[in-house]
């Protein structure tokens, strides 16, 4: 039977979302925390959208800074309960810590591992599919420069990386040109690369980091007049069917022109689209950018 104790610690919390936690002398965001202050307890509930493997929580260093955090911040807490929830993967990963077990083991690894990257910065790099898939330092990343140093003049050798290479320092407006054409070859290069490793693997060999899957090819409705019949026949009504057509403007601008006798094609189709403009009947999105190479 539930005491009055029980049932107040049961329904007394407060809770946070995306909070900010201090851990040692950095931090990070705690997806949700809920603290319920009579119990002294605190629960962590952290969201992992990708389809990776996640350490559970027991082993997990990322977990552990956290409670580092929240044992620092929120002193009444003691024990800690982290949920690691992988919709993706449909795994949810529990466990309780405590303070008196875990706090000063979790400190001690956590300061380690952030002394040891202090110390490491700008000394030691080694790029890898692990360490490298999740790190937003890429584009100042000197061992990711020196790679892309050692492919780029193999197509064309006056290419220079500049020293500086993330793009929001580079000032120089010729260095800049010169950049987005070095961006142009290490693409083409990625995108030779991404045909021949799926060349192989649809030939039956296997790699370690990724694997092979067959994505179904998108559908087409080829005979749209049938389909309306079909749909008639189960009750629907004309414009519930359009509201699910995608029109083609293109092709109507096309069918537009073949209809119209020889010498108005072009003026048949602007005045048309002059019409459906002053009718609401067409939207013009915002105008986007490219950036493509001037002939030689």
């Given at each position: ?214 994505i179904k090819g998108e559908r087409r409705i080829t005979r749209p007049v049938r389909l309306w019949e079909l749909l008639e026949e189960k009750g629907w009504d004309l414009n519930t069917f359009l509201n699910c057509c995608e029109i083609s403007v ?47």
């Amino acid at each position: 039977m539930l005491t009055e104790l029980s049932i107040r610690e049961l329904t007394s919390y407060q809770e946070h979302k995306e909070l900010r936690v201090t851990i040692l002398d950095q931090w990070g965001w705690l997806d949700r925390l809920v603290i319920f202050p009579h119990a002294q307890h605190a629960d962590i509930f952290d969201l992992k959208t990708g389809r990776y493997p996640v350490d559970p929580p027991e082993g997990n260093l990322q977990i552990w800074g956290y409670n580092v955090g929240v044992w620092d911040t929120f002193e009444a807490v003691d024990t800690i309960g982290a949920h690691l929830i992988i919709p993706r993967r449909n795994e949810v990963h529990n466990y309780v810590f405590n303070r008196k077990s875990h706090y000063e083991t979790q400190k001690n690894e956590v300061f380690k591992i952030i002394e040891r990257a202090k110390f490491e910065a700008g000394k030691t790099y080694n790029p890898g599919w692990k360490q490298c898939r999740f790190c937003g330092n890429k584009a100042d990343c000197p061992a990711l420069r020196e790679f892309a140093n050692q492919i780029a003049p193999r197509y064309n050798e006056e290419l220079v990386i500049p020293e500086t290479i993330h793009p929001s320092q580079i000032t120089d407006l010729q260095v800049l040109d010169r950049t987005f054409l070095l961006g142009k070859i290490i693409e083409k290069w990625y995108e030779s690369l991404r045909f021949h490793i799926t060349a192989l693997a649809r030939e039956g060999y296997e790699f370690e980091h990724f694997k092979l899957i067959e994505i179904k090819g998108e559908r087409r409705i080829t005979r749209p007049v049938r389909l309306w019949e079909l749909l008639e026949e189960k009750g629907w009504d004309l414009n519930t069917f359009l509201n699910c057509c995608e029109i083609s403007v293109t092709k109507v601008d096309e069918e537009i022109s073949r209809r119209a006798p020889h010498g108005r094609k072009s003026r048949e189709k602007q005045q048309f689209n002059q019409t459906l403009q002053d009718e609401n009947a067409v939207e013009l999105g915002p105008p986007t950018y490219q950036m493509r190479a001037k002939p030689l």
